[in-house]
């Protein structure tokens, strides 16, 4: 049975596509022994204006629950990507940054997403890419004011590839 476009969901056409996409991108991570996850972590960390983003603004920005950040950020910060620090202005709050091994390791990640990245652009004309970025962005930021209508956070980095690693 074949659906009309629009009366596909948008959110299910997203999903599907974030689903397998993440698995491709930690299929091509694993020779190095990492994940989608370190890579938008790193990403992340290594955007951010100073003095850095607080665990909790990358638990948010990530959309991971805080145990689970916590795990990565220890195992992060054990092979030497990380750095943790008390903020100067609020010590409850920890502000993490990537070390010169964590930016190293950046570099590494980001010529494998950018790599699956060229194969997915390959499948669309330049016009179909930029739409689709425009619209995207333009979603992701409907559900961000959705989700934070009442306590809208500061600004999340990008996702879009380049990082200050990379430039």
């Given at each position: 049975m074949?659906?009309?476009p629009d009366s596909i969901p948008i959110g299910r056409?997203?999903?599907?596509?974030h689903k397998f996409l993440h698995a491709l991108g930690d299929r091509e991570m694993a020779p190095l022994g990492a994940s989608v996850t370190d890579y938008i972590l790193l990403f992340q960390i290594d955007n951010a204006p100073e003095?850095?983003?607080s665990q909790t603004e990358i638990a948010r920005f990530s959309n991971m629950g805080g145990p689970a950040l916590v795990r990565h950020l220890d195992?992060?910060?054990?092979d030497g990507?990380?750095?943790r620090a008390r903020d100067a202005a609020d010590r409850r709050i920890?502000?993490?940054t990537l070390s010169p091994a964590g930016q190293a390791r950046l570099v590494q990640l980001q010529?494998?997403?950018s790599a699956t990245d060229q194969k997915v652009r390959a499948l669309l004309t330049r016009e179909e890419a930029d739409v689709l970025q425009v619209a995207l962005d333009k979603v992701f930021e409907f559900a961000l004011n959705e989700l934070y209508a009442s306590t809208p956070p500061s600004a999340p980095p990008t996702t879009?590839?380049?990082s200050r690693s990379t430039r």
């Open positions: 074949h659906q009309e056409s997203l999903g599907r596509a003095p850095g983003l195992r992060m910060e054990r990507l990380v750095q920890m502000r993490v010529a494998v997403i879009r590839p380049a």
